[in-house]
């Protein structure tokens, strides 16, 4: 599966929302491009993009370039494939984290889930240490609205311990959710985000899986 590339618009916090991002078309099409250039020192004609990913026309190709374009990825005059050229943004520090499956956001869940492949994004941007711990799980759910984490975002956590107030991704009593960590009179327990859904207090285990350090959301058109 190829990873989607969600670029960074804005650091500081634990939430940082991202801007447009890149599909998983729009991310095979510039990775095709970047490894184009360093075999042949030119960008890829629309011809040979289009060959290339089996699109119907060039002009399939020609959309593919114009939004990596808008989204800031790819810079040069848009009636010129073979002059377009990665931009500096795209050599910063990158590193793929792991999407281990989603994450209830409502109630907690026992089923399991499975690797849904990568995000890449920029380290520096989002103040993450290159030597963080780190993964990523996809939201299911509308617990957390109060928190500004919405049904399909993807949020990156850390694996360390938490702190009063923090943002976690926890297994209580064997189930998994994502709430927000609080401790009260000495025991710890799990808030939601949102008033209609109930705090959730372990009867028996509650195992804090990662702490959250970073929101993605992709454009929605």
Same mark, same amino acid.
């Given at each position: 599966m190829q990873s989607p590339d969600? +670029?960074?618009?804005?650091?500081? #916090?634990?939430?940082?929302? +991202? #801007? /447009?991002?890149?599909?998983? $078309?729009?991310?095979a099409v510039r990775d095709f491009i970047e490894a184009y250039r360093q075999r042949e020192g030119v960008s890829p004609s629309l011809r040979e993009i289009q060959a290339y990913f089996g699109f119907a026309s060039p002009n399939a190709a020609a959309k593919?370039?114009?939004?990596?374009?808008? $989204?800031? %990825?790819?810079?040069?005059? @848009?009636g010129r494939a073979r #002059?377009?050229?990665? @931009? /500096? @943004?795209?050599?910063r520090l990158i590193s793929e984290i792991p999407i281990l499956g989603a994450i209830p956001a409502g109630q907690p869940l026992?089923?399991? /889930?499975? &690797?849904?492949?990568?995000?890449?994004?920029?380290l520096d941007t989002l103040g993450i240490p290159k030597n963080a711990r780190t993964f990523a799980l996809r939201v299911r759910g509308d617990s957390m609205t109060g928190a500004h984490?919405?049904? #399909?975002?993807? %949020?990156?956590?850390?694996?360390?311990?938490? @702190?009063?107030?923090r943002v976690v991704a926890a297994l209580i009593d064997g189930e998994s959710t994502l709430k927000t960590f609080l401790v009260r009179s000495g025991k710890p327990y799990?808030?939601? /985000? !949102?008033? !209609?859904y109930p705090d959730l207090i372990p009867a028996q285990e509650l195992v804090i899986?990662?702490? +959250?350090?970073?929101?993605? &959301?992709q454009a929605r058109h």
């Open positions: 969600l +670029m960074p618009r804005s650091k500081g #916090g634990h939430l940082i929302t +991202m #801007g /447009e991002a890149l599909t998983l $078309k729009q991310q593919h370039l114009a939004a990596l374009r808008r $989204k800031g %990825v790819l810079q040069g005059s @848009s #002059g377009l050229v990665l @931009s /500096e @943004s795209t050599d026992g089923e399991s /889930e499975q &690797r849904e492949g990568c995000v890449r994004v920029d984490i919405l049904d #399909g975002d993807v %949020v990156i956590l850390e694996l360390k311990p938490p @702190s009063h107030g799990l808030r939601a /985000e !949102n008033p !209609n899986q990662g702490v +959250m350090i970073a929101l993605l &959301r």
